[in-house]
């Protein structure tokens, strides 16, 4: 069967922002025979990159042992792309801090959050990573985390079920798809800008304010249930 490969050479600009005039040159490459799909590529990247997550290997109290349940089989957080874990920060891009960090551990912290590619995002899961936790007038331990790097969604509790760990990263998916990824996300910082020691999320878009998991809807926990059950 011959197919008709029709030629466009070159698009006006006009027309490119002209969804009309879009439609009618996708009408016409359908007409010969080639398949084209139109989208957005930020909607197609931030897809791959939401649902991919690389989280570091680190938990420094027993909000780790929660972290680790999320990993096993009932709970499966695969299911969601979450389940690459890294031992060393420059393959990672997401750096959940499970338990208390003191003063001596901060450097730590903030060095191999330093090392991480950009994007890269931050989850302080439970009391002590929030606000100190029951540490909170000890003179050892930081009194949350967001005062040493910038946090993307907080889960409060202490600890936190593996239900609300979970519901707390997929929000941390639906942040990561409206990103704008070209000359945003993976923005190449100047000398200037890294001087400034800002993410390129604040660069673009300001600080913007952390999610924080309140509460976690009782359907999603049932769901959960009924497939572990299953």
């Given at each position: 069967?011959?197919?008709?490969?029709?030629?466009?050479?070159?698009?006006?600009?006009?027309?490119?922002?002209?969804?009309?005039?879009?439609?009618?040159?996708?009408?016409?490459?359908?007409?010969?025979?080639?398949?084209?799909?139109?989208?957005?590529?930020?909607?197609?990247?931030?897809?791959?990159?939401?649902?991919?997550?690389?989280?570091l290997?680190?938990?420094?109290?027993?909000?780790?042992?929660?972290?680790?349940?999320?990993?096993?089989a009932?709970?499966?957080?695969?299911?969601?792309?979450?389940?690459?874990?890294?031992n060393?920060?420059?393959?990672a891009?997401?750096?959940?801090?499970?338990?208390?960090?003191?003063?001596?551990?901060?450097?730590?912290?903030k060095?191999?959050?330093?090392?991480?590619a950009?994007?890269?995002?931050?989850?302080?899961?439970?009391?002590?990573?929030?606000?100190?936790?029951?540490?909170?007038?000890?003179?050892?331990?930081?009194?949350?985390?967001?005062?040493?790097?910038?946090?993307?969604?907080?889960?409060?509790?202490?600890?936190?079920?593996?239900?609300?760990?979970?519901?707390?990263?997929?929000?941390?998916?639906?942040?990561?798809?409206?990103?704008?990824?070209?000359?945003?996300?993976n923005?190449?910082?100047?000398?200037?800008?890294?001087?400034?020691?800002?993410?390129?999320?604040?660069?673009?878009?300001?600080k913007?304010?952390?999610?924080?998991?309140?509460?976690?809807?009782?359907?999603?926990?049932?769901?959960?249930?009924?497939?572990?059950?299953k």
């Amino acid at each position: 069967m011959e197919v008709r490969k029709p030629k466009i050479k070159s698009i006006p600009y006009e027309e490119f922002k002209d969804n009309e005039g879009l439609e009618s040159i996708i009408e016409e490459l359908h007409e010969g025979g080639v398949n084209v799909v139109t989208g957005n590529l930020d909607q197609l990247i931030n897809w791959g990159r939401s649902n991919s997550l690389w989280s570091l290997t680190f938990a420094t109290s027993c909000c780790g042992i929660e972290f680790m349940a999320v990993g096993c089989a009932r709970y499966d957080f695969a299911r969601f792309g979450f389940e690459v874990t890294r031992n060393s920060p420059r393959q990672a891009d997401l750096i959940m801090c499970a338990g208390t960090i003191t003063h001596k551990m901060a450097p730590a912290f903030k060095r191999l959050y330093d090392e991480m590619a950009e994007p890269k995002y931050v989850i302080a899961v439970g009391g002590c990573a929030i606000s100190g936790g029951p540490f909170k007038s000890s003179y050892h331990v930081v009194q949350g985390i967001d005062e040493i790097v910038p946090v993307d969604v907080f889960i409060p509790g202490c600890p936190p079920r593996p239900e609300a760990i979970m519901y707390g990263m997929m929000q941390l998916q639906r942040k990561v798809k409206i990103e704008k990824f070209f000359g945003g996300a993976n923005h190449k910082q100047t000398a200037e800008e890294r001087e400034l020691g800002v993410s390129n999320e604040e660069l673009t878009y300001g600080k913007k304010e952390p999610i924080v998991v309140n509460e976690v809807p009782a359907d999603f926990v049932n769901e959960l249930k009924k497939e572990g059950d299953k």
